[in-house]
């Protein structure tokens, strides 16, 4: 079974600077995605970025990175120049790589999250 | 196009009751999961379905749960005789799963169940 780990339950940031979430995980799959969704308060979760297990290469999104170390099993997040609206509950993922409609389930396996507060 | 719509948003039931919930997915996205979020908790899985055929399903889903999505479209989750355990937040989200490729799953705004 795979476990994702947050062991940052709350983080705080000044607007405008850099902040990094943290995250570990557990699994004996080879093949397999980790996202990053955020869930702001009251509102739905959406997904922030994702990394293919395969790829070397740290997955960015805009203002958002990665740091995937896949030896170590660790999957950071990075948000530079941090704006009021990312304030919210940030989750770690852990997807096994599905064979579409011929495999199993894609579920996704959550972390417990970090809320993240963005101070003006 | 619209996104995942779960009704109601919030539901308030005094213990005993039964309860259900709907989820409407993405026109088309053929798989609908199930996720409950605990306070403080990430969500967890709790079942799947491709088309209206359910896969799979948690050891999470007691017998008091049942989950259908006739006709493939829409979802229904329902929760019999509820306990004040199953406070929770219950997510929907849905997908478009095709051959040897990732599927993003797009989620619904919850219903938050309260067991009084």
């Known amino acids: 079974a795979q476990t994702v780990t947050q062991s940052q339950p709350e983080m705080s940031v000044q607007e405008a600077e850099t902040v990094t979430l943290s995250c570990t995980y557990d699994?004996?799959?080879?093949?397999?995605?980790l996202f990053w969704y955020k869930q702001p308060p009251s509102r739905q979760m959406i997904l922030v970025i994702r990394?293919?297990?395969?790829?070397?290469q740290n997955a960015t999104e805009n203002r958002f990175s990665v740091n995937f170390q896949k030896a170590a099993k660790s999957f950071s997040l990075k948000i530079s120049d941090s704006q009021l609206g990312d304030t919210a509950m940030y989750f770690c993922a852990f997807m096994k790589h599905g064979m579409g409609l011929q495999g199993g389930s894609e579920k996704l396996v959550f972390g417990k999250g970090t809320k993240l507060t963005v101070n003006p | 196009d619209t996104g995942v719509s779960q009704n109601p948003r919030h539901k308030i039931t005094k213990r005993g009751q039964n309860v259900t919930f709907r989820c409407d997915p993405i026109?088309?996205?053929?798989?609908l999961y199930w996720y409950r979020q605990t306070l403080g908790q990430g969500p967890e899985f709790l079942t799947y379905f491709q088309n209206e055929a359910q896969l799979e399903k948690s050891r999470l889903l007691s017998d008091r749960f049942s989950a259908e999505r006739p006709k493939g479209s829409f979802s229904t989750l329902e929760i019999q005789r509820t306990e004040q355990g199953d406070s929770a937040m219950y997510l929907c989200?849905?997908?478009?799963?095709?051959?040897?490729?990732?599927?993003?799953?797009?989620f619904g705004p919850g219903t938050r169940l309260t067991v009084l």
């Open positions: 699994t004996s799959e080879s093949n397999y995605y």
């Open positions: 989200a849905s997908s478009l799963s095709l051959v040897w490729s990732y599927n993003e799953q797009f």
């Open positions: 026109s088309e996205h053929n798989r």
């Open positions: 990394q293919e297990a395969y790829k070397q």
